[in-house]
């Protein structure tokens, strides 16, 4: 009996030294994921297969001696940096030199919004602009509203939407906003300018406002209970806007009659993108599909798990999966070209003229990449 206990015992020795074994041979089998190719503190950078090139890359240390880099922005000709403490720093979106730096009392409410050489900043409720070429500081211009949405600039004025509804004009020589109109509800999304009107939305109704004229061309209110969960877009003579419920309304820029609806998978995002006579809509599911706006107004194409649209290239959609993946689309068909996984905690913000974004690390290493001439 003793025999057989010794015997049992050295087998079951064999045979967990054989499971460790196997165990730590298929760990060594695992493949090592792929380093990125797009993570900002690479030395170089080899994306020909990708269809890119790095524009440029800048360290925020040689900028200041705060690398807190809290976010990324951006902005007409400008890429602005915000870091700890308040600091703002404006590069060249094209080629990555400083251009400026101020410090603010506090953190950004809002995304900046280039108007002409200056830069407007949203920090407590109030707009402050400030003078790129001079470093000049305007004194704030308090709305007399909370500011939820980013300004948007439109032949040398801002226009600013609030979270009562509220949409104002502001001239730079002017103290105080003009107020023009209201929605009902809080506006989240920004407004957006197609011609001569401004599009806004709340999640009770739509306003279209001509800035010429200086009234309200259209408004519109979907059904009792619903909520309106996006922004406004304009493409050829249609306006749309989607809902809580995954419902996308097509309306009449003229006269705001309600034209068509369609449901998609999940509950409309903020930002409709205009291309060319395409829209980009994002859902919560999330997806993001491209629809022919302008045509039969047919889906051309449907991406699952894409959560913002970075940038538009000529044949590709810049877009992120979750929080640090970033996958090319076709523009044409919606078949992913190639995907790239970032390290953790990157920011990334894209150009709305053309294929350009822009990534940063908490290191505070900064990089632009655009497509190949």
């Known amino acids: 009996m003793r025999f057989a206990s010794q015997r049992f015992l050295a087998l079951l020795a064999v045979l967990t030294t054989v499971a460790l074994v196997s165990c730590v041979t298929a760990g060594a089998r695992k493949p090592a994921p792929a380093p990125s190719k797009l993570a900002p503190h690479n030395a170089v950078f080899d994306l020909e297969q990708e269809g890119l090139k790095c524009l440029w890359r800048q360290e925020l ?11 990324l922005y951006s902005t007409g000709p400008l890429v602005v940096v915000e870091a700890g403490g308040g600091e703002i720093h404006c590069l060249d979106a094209d080629t990555g030199i400083w251009k400026a730096t101020t410090v603010m009392i506090d953190k950004l409410d809002a995304p900046p919004t280039a108007l002409g050489d200056r830069l407007a900043l949203v920090v407590k409720n109030s707009v402050v602009l400030y003078d790129l070429a001079t470093g000049a500081i305007d004194r704030p ?9 980013q300004p948007v600039s439109h032949k040398g004025v801002l226009y600013l ?6 949409i104002a004009r502001l ?15 809080p506006i989240f999304s920004r407004p957006t300018i197609a011609g001569e009107h401004l599009l806004a939305a709340s999640p009770m109704g739509v306003v279209v406002w001509d800035t010429f004229k200086d009234r309200d061309r259209v408004r519109w209110s979907p059904k009792t209970g619903v909520r309106l969960s996006s922004g406004v877009a304009q493409v050829a003579d249609r306006i749309y806007v989607g809902d809580d419920r995954g419902l996308l309304y097509s309306l009449d820029a003229d006269t705001g009659e309600w034209l068509w609806q369609r449901i998609f998978d999940g509950p409309i995002r903020e930002d409709l993108r205009v291309v060319g006579t395409d829209l980009l809509v994002l859902t919560d599911n999330p997806s993001l599909i491209c629809l022919d706006a302008a045509g039969d107004r047919q889906q051309r194409w449907r991406v699952a798990g894409v959560t913002q649209v970075i940038s538009v290239g000529r044949n590709a959609v810049y877009a992120a999966m979750g ?14 070209l190639w995907s790239d996984t970032l390290p953790p905690d990157c920011r990334i913000t894209g150009s709305e003229q053309g294929p350009t974004f822009f990534i940063a690390d908490t290191a505070g290493s900064i990089v632009a990449f655009t497509e190949l001439d």
């Open 161 to 166: 939407a609030g979270g009562d509804g509220k």
């Open 171 to 185: 001239s730079p020589d002017e103290r105080m906003p003009e107020w023009l109109v209201s929605l009902r509800g």
């Open 61 to 71: 240390g040689q900028l200041t001696d705060n690398r807190r880099l809290r976010d």
């Open 141 to 149: 211009h308090p709305c007399g509203f909370p500011l939820t949405a």
């Open 323 to 336: 929080p640090d993946r970033v996958v090319a689309i076709s523009r044409d068909t919606g078949e992913p």
